[in-house]
């Protein structure tokens, strides 16, 4: 079986190489550089990254290719986040970047001649039937179906996730013992493509500044001014330059440029237990398309462990979730992933109007 790996530098990808290796895989190696040099809007520093990708391959005796996508990613992705942070949401990369460069373009370029893409993503595959579903990984803290619920079947199909059934601290003391490289080397934090530039200065490059008035939502009085309605998101608790914390961004007027807070966070009052997606994508397919229309689900709205509980509802205006709890920061731009009751399967996502 001809299978293409996909290297990031980090411990994860690195240990999925060695596993498959000890199978009895020889897997062609590929690093995916998505940040040019000398760019002043991309900092995303490759070379270290490329270096210990370069050691795992000659480690065990493994081809491996730098695949160029920045002009893709920037069309793709990047552009993407901008378009939504200039309409005042709260853009995903990470997920667009899954969909669109690491099982898009890749695919298209590269993977298309292989006939499994391994990662080092934290998830499984499920096979149910004939269909490959896309399950959750056995540790809750790392899980990234939420990052990859925006894939599709030929997508989810051809994945290969090696370490999606193992802890993290497994995968450490696995590269510890074999000796890797990388195992020390701590986990990446932030958007994949800033790299060591600033989120602020990145959304200033584009989007300028302009001042606005800061206001708390209950008196409708004026306590701060800020720089552009664009460097905050709704349920943002830092960065708000304000005393008397902690004080809360809960809304946000695009036209007129003002941003709202609160002192406390009331998701009673300001949001409810409800919200609804447009655009929503089943990976596999929709497993309730002979439903009644209401179903048991869990879900997520942010990057966290926890799934919660509530229903799927299915009407003509598409599909809303009512939570069994109150939710913060329901931020539209971001994504609702979808689960089964169990948290097993994730069925696919929605952006949250």
């Known amino acids: 079986m001809d299978i293409a790996a996909l290297l990031s530098g980090g411990v994860d990808s690195s240990v999925v190489v060695h596993l498959l290796c000890e199978q009895g895989y020889k897997p062609t190696l590929f690093y995916i550089k998505i940040g040019m040099d000398g760019a002043e809007y991309m900092d995303c520093s490759a070379e270290e990254d490329i270096e210990l990708s370069t050691a795992i391959a000659r480690r065990y005796g493994l081809e491996l290719e730098v695949v160029d ?12 986040a901008i378009e939504k942070i200039r309409k005042g949401q709260t853009p995903n990369p990470d997920v667009m970047c899954n969909k669109l460069i690491k099982f898009g373009c890749f695919e298209q370029q590269v993977g298309k001649d292989f006939d499994l893409t391994a990662t080092g993503h934290y998830a499984t595959t499920l096979q149910l039937g004939e269909k490959t579903w896309l399950g959750t990984a056995k ?6 179906t939420d990052f990859l619920a925006q894939i599709d079947y030929l997508q989810v199909s051809k994945l290969l996730f090696p370490i999606g059934g193992l802890m993290k601290h497994e995968v450490r003391e696995i590269a510890l013992k074999a000796g890797l490289p990388s195992a020390r080397r701590k986990d990446s934090q ?9 989120y602020n200065d990145f959304v200033r490059r584009f989007l300028g500044e302009k001042e606005g008035a800061v206001i708390e939502l209950e008196t409708g009085k004026k306590i701060g001014t800020h720089r552009g309605y664009w460097f905050h998101t709704i349920g943002q608790r830092k960065g708000l330059g304000l005393g008397g914390g902690p004080w809360f961004v809960v809304k946000k007027d695009i036209q007129d440029n003002i941003i ?13 237990y409800e919200f609804r997606m447009k655009d929503f994508n089943f990976i596999t397919s929709n497993p309730w398309k002979d439903s009644t229309g209401e179903e048991d689900v869990t879900f997520k709205i942010r990057h966290t462990p926890e799934f919660i509980k509530g229903r799927l509802i299915q ?3 598409g599909y809303r979730i009512i939570s069994s709890e109150k939710l913060q920061g329901i931020a539209p731009g971001q994504f609702g992933v979808i689960y089964d009751a169990e948290s097993r399967i994730c069925f696919g996502s929605g952006e949250i109007r």
């Not at 540790?139 to 990234?144: E, G, H, R």
């Open 69 to 80: 996508l920045h002009r893709e990613y920037w069309d793709n992705v990047a552009a993407y």
């Open 139 to 144: 540790d809750p803290i790392k899980d990234q």
């Open 190 to 198: 932030g958007i994949c493509f800033l790299g060591k530039i600033n």
């Open 260 to 272: 709202y807070v609160s002192h406390g966070y009331d998701a009673d009052k300001q949001y409810g």
């Open 315 to 317: 009407d003509a205006d």
